[in-house]
Structure formats: C-alpha cells, structure tokens
C-alpha cells in the first residue's frame, strides 16, 4: 500500500510563493511518474504539473507554467512543487498522485494512489 502525504500548504497574499511537498512511502516511489493536480470548491480537479520517475521531464497546465516548478528528491521519497507569483485563482486544494505507467500524464484516471490534499489559499 502506497501512502502519499502533502505539507506545505497556507494563505498566501497574491504574489506570494510557496513549496508544497509529497511524501511518498514505500520502495518503489523512484519506479514511477507524479503529479499534482488541484480542486477548488465547485470545480473538476483540475491537472497543474507532472514530472517522470528520473525528473528530468517535466510538463505543467498552461495556467501555471512559468509559475511553478514541479520537482523531486527520489532519496527521500519526495515530490515537491514550488508556486511563485500566486494568484487568488490558484486557490484550492491541492493534491500529489502517483501515475500508472504509460497513462495520459494529465488526466485524473491516470493516476491510482492520491494524497489527502493540503490547502493552498491566496488573497490579501
């Protein structure tokens, strides 16, 4: 059983910047891809960014890219995503998931574990 944990999360003023982290367990966590998506109230999760097993790919949602930065540390089991230039739209919940091989890396269904999710609130 894979259990993935956010941290990070907070309110923030727009313009602001924060670094979510997932903490993975198990010993597979280097085998495989992760990605963050986010879900407001009322709204579809929603993909922001991805990375492969290796991070040297990394692809992101248009609204975010150039913002954020989609990273990870296979020694400690950790996917992080670092937010800059936050914008009140960007508030939601945010979520790390881990990918199932060879599945569309921007799709919910591509995933098969998911974290609790940690709150991420931009306003002034």
Known sequence: ??????????LVQPGGSLR??????????????MGWFRQ???KEREFVAAINWSGRNTYYAASVKGRFTISRDNAKNTVYLQMNVLRPEDTSVYYCAR???NREQD?????DYWGQGTQVTVSS
């Open 40 to 42: 407001a109230p009322g």
């Open 107 to 111: 799709r919910a269904s591509s995933y």
């Open 1 to 10: 059983q894979v259990q993935l944990v956010e941290s990070g999360g907070g």
């Open 99 to 101: 990918r199932i091989s």
């Open 20 to 33: 979510l982290s997932c903490a993975a367990s198990g010993r597979t966590f280097s085998m495989y891809a």
